[in-house]
């Protein structure tokens, strides 16, 4: 697999082939190398909701300005932050590190004050922006699996996140959409498959110091 190829072939894809799903295969493996991006301390403060129901991708579409990629793409995924950012979900995590790393919780005591101490610092607004940046992360992990896996996407931010939390019952799980991205396959008639990749030259993008 050439990535750079990969990245080539990729864009925002606009219409999408209502009639091609993915497999059971290639979703699970789409959202398992979601699951293995990057994230500050690895805490993960967010929650990847996948969507399939028709009707609620209806109401979806709806809350997203009617764009088709919210119904026509095989899946829907929401980013979800955590609204109410806590110590306690730094203790989960020490926990879980505990378990799978067959450590003491007790060695971890150091690493889990670093973390709290960090939540304990953020007010609400803060609070927003860091888990907010920590689920566009997994974004850019899901976009670049997609295209490694020969899967179109299409991330998106053109929708009403109110209306999305208020549909998806997001408020009383304590989470709050932030982005969302549709996966499937492109349309044979989606012009902008065509189109040539427009992106700065690497000598005005990048600055080696």
């Given at each position: 697999?050439?990535?750079?190829?990969?990245?080539?072939?990729?864009?925002?894809?606009?219409?999408?082939?209502a009639a091609r799903k993915l497999s059971?295969?290639?979703?699970?493996?789409?959202?398992?190398?979601?699951?293995?991006?990057?994230?500050?301390?690895?805490l993960q403060p967010y929650k990847i909701?996948?969507?399939?129901?028709?009707?609620?991708?209806?109401?979806?579409?709806?809350?997203?300005?009617?764009?088709?990629?919210?119904?026509?793409?095989?899946?829907?995924?929401?980013?979800?932050?955590?609204?109410?950012?806590?110590?306690?979900?730094?203790?989960?995590?020490?926990?879980?590190?505990?378990?799978?790393?067959?450590?003491?919780?007790?060695?971890?005591?150091?690493?889990?004050?670093?973390?709290?101490?960090?939540?304990?610092r953020l007010d609400a607004k803060d609070?927003?922006?860091?888990?907010?940046?920590?689920?566009?992360?997994?974004?850019?992990?899901?976009?670049?699996?997609?295209?490694?896996?020969?899967?179109?996407?299409?991330?998106?931010?053109?929708?009403?996140?109110?209306?999305?939390?208020?549909?998806?019952?997001?408020?009383?799980?304590?989470?709050?959409?932030?982005?969302?991205?549709?996966?499937?396959?492109?349309?044979?008639?989606?012009?902008?498959?065509?189109?040539?990749?427009?992106?700065?030259?690497?000598?005005?993008?990048?600055?080696?110091?």
């Amino acid at each position: 697999m050439d990535i750079l190829q990969k990245l080539e072939w990729r864009y925002a894809v606009k219409k999408f082939d209502a009639a091609r799903k993915l497999s059971a295969a290639q979703l699970d493996r789409i959202i398992a190398a979601t699951r293995l991006s990057a994230s500050s301390y690895g805490l993960q403060p967010y929650k990847i909701l996948v969507v399939e129901n028709p009707a609620v991708r209806e109401q979806l579409r709806k809350a997203s300005w009617n764009q088709t990629q919210i119904t026509d793409a095989s899946h829907l995924v929401v980013f979800a932050r955590y609204n109410d950012l806590q110590a306690s979900h730094v203790d989960d995590y020490t926990k879980n590190i505990a378990a799978t790393r067959n450590i003491n919780p007790e060695d971890l005591a150091g690493f889990a004050g670093v973390m709290k101490g960090t939540v304990n610092r953020l007010d609400a607004k803060d609070a927003a922006v860091w888990t907010s940046k920590q689920a566009y992360l997994a974004l850019g992990t899901l976009l670049t699996a997609a295209a490694a896996e020969d899967i179109d996407a299409c991330p998106m931010e053109g929708f009403d996140a109110a209306q999305y939390d208020e549909i998806l019952g997001l408020k009383d799980k304590g989470l709050a959409t932030v982005v969302i991205a549709a996966i499937g396959f492109r349309a044979d008639d989606d012009v902008m498959q065509h189109a040539k990749k427009v992106r700065k030259p690497m000598d005005e993008l990048v600055e080696m110091i």
